[in-house]
């Protein structure tokens, strides 16, 4: 997603070298096939993030409003409502995970809820939710002031809690996206432009900052890892995806492969990498609106051992929700 128009020229970063793109065309073959299926509506404001869990697509809106959705509504049950208000929050809902029984929201206003998931009976279609927990608590933030050792001194005669000072050090501005990897290590990309990482020793109880990745110009949105952890991917404002690699120096520091480019405001591209080289395998056009988030699933109803096939779910600033199916005949 972007909200900047730069150049997408090799990128400029620190020190001045180029980071190299890996891609090796710029149009989709021609054996993927892609299409949306449907485009949910409902959101008055713009979609802020998105999650999937069993049968179900939860929304976050920037208006506060959390929405469940059928996950495939062209084979749901036609008594089954398409969507249902989950809850009202307090912020724009501004990441969501769901865990067992209970909906867990983060909002623009500081604070994750938690929700009870109450199954529904035989004779009803929609589940109901339950406000059980707000974090952290009124006697949380009553004992970080109470105790001393919560507190620094930043000035003479002034004091700061520890939960300032601790969000200064991580980062100089807004934390957009947090990784984590298989060997336990965290990775905060941020509006400032850098990510961090983070990784805690068998003898330690914290986490400390082991590294700083900075070849980004622009602020920092999205972070996604390889299955093995082994490969980063981080997307910034500037419309870029860079591609970091675990060097091989037995350290486990990620260093710089190269950068994909190619976006617009309003698409969603699919990538596939083969022995570092990267190709465009699709382009899915429709939104009407920079495109806030992702998220994608196997499409069990159309798979087959000849095809693979999967749906990804867009939201946008465009209030909407589209479901596009991607397949390619020869994985």
């Excluded at 909906?103 to 199954?119: C, G, M, P, S, Y």
């Excluded at 068998?202 to 093995?228: F, M, Q, R, Y």
Aim: hydrophobic share 30%; charged share 20%.
């Amino acid at each position: 997603m972007a909200t900047k128009e730069p150049s997408t020229q090799s990128q400029e970063h620190k020190g001045g070298a180029k980071v190299p793109s890996l891609a090796t065309q710029t149009h989709h073959v021609s054996t993927t096939h892609h299409h949306c299926i449907t485009t949910l509506q409902g959101h008055s404001s713009y979609i802020s993030s998105l999650t999937l869990a069993g049968k179900l697509l939860y929304t976050g809106s920037s208006n506060n409003e959390i929405r469940s959705w059928k996950r495939n509504p062209l084979n749901s049950d036609h008594n089954e409502p398409t969507n249902n208000i989950v809850a009202i929050g307090k912020g724009a809902v501004k990441s969501i995970v769901v865990l067992s029984n209970k909906l867990f929201t983060a909002h623009q206003d500081h604070k994750i809820r938690v929700w009870k998931i109450n199954e529904h009976e035989p004779s009803q279609h929609q589940q109901k939710y339950t406000r059980i927990a707000t974090l952290p608590t009124l006697g949380d933030r009553a004992l970080k002031v109470l105790i001393p050792k919560n507190h620094v001194q930043v000035r003479r005669h002034k004091k700061s809690t520890w939960v300032h000072h601790s969000v200064t050090n991580a980062h100089d501005d807004a934390i957009n996206a947090v990784a984590l990897s298989t060997d336990g290590s965290v990775y905060t990309g941020s509006a400032d432009k850098k990510i961090k990482v983070w990784r805690k020793n068998p003898d330690e109880k914290k986490h400390s900052l082991v590294d700083t990745l900075e070849k980004h110009n622009s602020g920092i949105n999205a972070l996604a890892l390889s299955t093995d952890g082994s490969v980063l991917y981080s997307g910034a404002c500037d419309r870029s995806i860079i591609v970091w690699e675990k060097d091989g120096g037995g350290g486990g520091n990620m260093v710089v492969l190269g950068a994909l480019r190619g976006h617009t405001n309003q698409t969603v591209r699919i990538w596939r990498g083969v022995d570092r080289s990267y190709s465009c395998l699709a382009v899915l056009e429709g939104h009407k609106g920079p495109v806030k988030c992702l998220t994608a699933a196997i499409d069990r109803y159309t798979s087959s051992d000849s095809s693979s096939s999967c749906l990804i779910y867009s939201g946008s600033l465009d209030c909407d929700i589209k479901v596009w199916q991607v397949s390619d005949p020869h994985p």
